[in-house]
């Protein structure tokens, strides 16, 4: 019996600072986020990704692992941040009034 399981084309991105990773994959329709980041190898790849606890999107919008990924869908896997977008607005700000 030949295997009838239809396959969807996905993109499973992560980035670092210097280096970003895109892998092009097939993966069997039905598939959710974390099954897609399993097939890609990433987690393989990169030890600081945490699966458990992770944050994950699909084209920029924040996803479950759980979510079903589509056809062309672009997966991403999020880093940690270093330092909150606001403090580091703050920083820039004092920075530049004490240049003046």
Known sequence: MA???KCIPIE???ALPDLQV???LDVPQGSNLMQAI???GIIEQFSQI???QGKFGIF?????PTTLVQSHDRVEIY?????????ARRLRARTRQSHL
């Open 79 to 87: 880093r940690p941040l270093i330092i909150d977008p606001k403090d």
């Open 12 to 14: 499973v991105v992560y």
């Open 60 to 64: 920029g919008k924040p996803a479950a």
């Open 50 to 52: 945490d699966p458990k």
């Open 22 to 24: 895109l892998k092009k």
């Open 38 to 40: 399993e097939l890609s």
């Open 3 to 5: 295997n009838t399981t």
